[in-house]
């Protein structure tokens, strides 16, 4: 995308009222994908977002021999003759989250190889931990000029146990494992609900997976999978993201399919905030009048804690609200990249290691501002929202790999957000 049609212009000052359907889930979605390289035919996974990410996860697979196709919001996936066993650089350096198709591949065909998946702008972000569980089950890997060879006949079933929780690396032994030969036990795994809906998708398929959403997870090898098809859950994050939209705004909007039981930590700190909710006949009403209060200290942390990916959009409804703030990002070691840019629109945020310092409660003023990821994107237009004039926002790109429709969804509220081409 040039820099022209890779920007949006927000007109800040616009009440939402309304009410909007939640996206499938991208990093549910995601892992889903991968497994679907499990079973040699046709798979489906309903309600897929239409996504940067989906359709990168979509080109790599096709790249292995897949046949892929859309009805409507259904993804089809037919893995009969994906055969290859390779993952240029192209994808991986793009998406990181790629690097979980390695165990994938091992489970299908004994080996993968794959271009080592770079850092990005949130952090360095190693993949030490899905080496090591790989390893574990008899993985043989190399690395040399930036590609990871992975080889194996058969994975052994073994006891992994995490030095620390990573949401990619239990995916990784799940994916490695539900084909291996005996019994897998992973110990300290992450309980993210993405791991638990890889693993409903995978037991639709056959696999035996006992334990996922606790930190123990048994998983028993079996010969080969069935086809899958399931409806990819609502996106927490981007349900996360639209509450702080009425939050910001201090607008009503009403979610009509939130995830069930997946916002614990959030909703907590929006309650703080003053932010009122209640669900009705599955819907989730949002009351964002209210929110006044700072929050003295917000921690980001592994699930069940707050989650890393709603810091920002959270950051920016903090800058909006009297009083002083402070925010500890626990997870990833370089994840404030929007708090500069928030300052631009007027916000007083002084970033000093792992901790934000929000002084808030200053009017934002429409600014020209840059996306350098996705979660900071978004967390930038709901800055915008709220600002006084137009904002550019350029990056918009990276939101596009997570938001299926944010634009369309915050008009469809009553915000007046415009591409460059409208
Ligand atoms: C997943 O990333 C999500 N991505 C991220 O969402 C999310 O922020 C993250 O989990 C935490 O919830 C997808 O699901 C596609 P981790 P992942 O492995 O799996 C370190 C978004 O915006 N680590 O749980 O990469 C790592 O550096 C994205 O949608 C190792 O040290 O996250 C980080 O500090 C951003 N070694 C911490 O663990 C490893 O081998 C948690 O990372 C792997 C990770």
Redesign the pocket.
Known sequence: MNGLDDRIYIEGGHQLKGSIRIQGS??AA??MMAASLLHRGVSVLKGCPRIA?VFCMEEILQNLGAVTWWENQDLYMDCENADKWSVPFLFTGKM??SVILLGALLARNGKGSLGYPGGCV???????????VLRKLGAVITEEAGLLMAECPRLQGTVVSFP??????T?QGILGAVLAEGKTVLENC?R?P?IQWLCRYLRSMGAKIEGDGTDRICIYGVERLKAGSMQVPPDR?VAGTYICAAAITRSQITLENPPEGELEAFLEVYRKMGGQYKGNSGKLLVNGEHVQKPVELLETA??PGF???LQSPVMAVLATVKGRSCIREN???DRYKAAQQLVKMGADIRVQGKEAVIHGGKEFHGAIVTAW???GGAALILGALCAKGVTVLEGYSYVQR?YEHICQDLNTLGAAVKRMQE
């Open positions: 991208k990093n995601l892992p990410d990181r989250s949130i952090g360095k972000r190693p993949i030490d931990l899905h080496l090591l620390k929780r990573s949401v990619g690396a995916q992450a993210e993405e994050i592994v699930y989650p890393t990916d997870v990833f070691e990821e996705l979660r997570g």
